[in-house]
């Protein structure tokens, strides 16, 4: 009886967890990833925060774009990031991304983006872009 009241409890919160990861976040606009160059250009003030391990970034990145790996994100947003930012997340997986705009937004964002397509994923499109004013260091 108790092993089927621990099985249930543990069940339930594996699909309470589930779900929280699928459903939206607050205040994240999605941005296509064709329209992420022309936003970089036209928004000085926009921070873009790449949340992948340091290794993937290393390997290819978006030129002056600010590397917090997910799991360091709640700790050290505050070196580069201010919750009057508008940032906009690039992940390497949904949930990742979610994650960061959960995170974020508990620290007071508001303004938080994420590219609605692969925009890490294509070579080209990264190597072109450039993002001026984001954390130096």
Same mark, same amino acid.
């Given at each position: 009886?108790?092993?089927?009241?621990?099985?249930?409890?543990?069940?339930?919160?594996?699909?309470?967890?589930?779900?929280?990861?699928?459903?939206?976040?607050?205040?994240?606009?999605?941005?296509?990833a064709r329209d992420v160059r022309e936003l970089a250009d036209q928004t000085l003030d926009m921070k873009m925060l790449d949340v992948r391990d340091?290794?993937?970034?290393?390997?290819?990145?978006?030129?002056?774009?600010?590397?917090?790996?997910? %799991?360091?994100?709640?700790?050290?947003?505050?070196?580069?990031?201010?919750?009057?930012?508008?940032?906009?997340?690039?992940?390497?997986?949904?949930?990742?991304?979610?994650?960061?705009?959960?995170?974020?937004? &508990?620290?007071?964002?508001?303004?938080?983006?994420?590219?609605?397509?692969?925009?890490?994923?294509?070579?080209?499109?990264?190597?072109?872009?450039?993002? &001026?004013?984001?954390?130096? %260091?």
């Open positions: 009886m108790v092993f089927r009241i621990l099985l249930s409890i543990l069940i339930a919160f594996s699909i309470v967890r589930f779900l929280r990861s699928a459903w939206p976040v607050r205040s994240l606009s999605y941005v296509e340091a290794v993937d970034y290393e390997k290819e990145n978006i030129r002056g774009s600010i590397n917090i790996s997910i %799991g360091r994100l709640a700790y050290v947003w505050q070196h580069c990031l201010s919750p009057d930012d508008s940032v906009l997340i690039l992940a390497d997986s949904y949930y990742k991304r979610n994650k960061a705009a959960r995170i974020l937004y &508990k620290q007071g964002f508001r303004k938080l983006y994420a590219v609605n397509g692969d925009l890490l994923g294509n070579k080209r499109t990264l190597s072109d872009i450039s993002v &001026k004013g984001c954390c130096e %260091g």
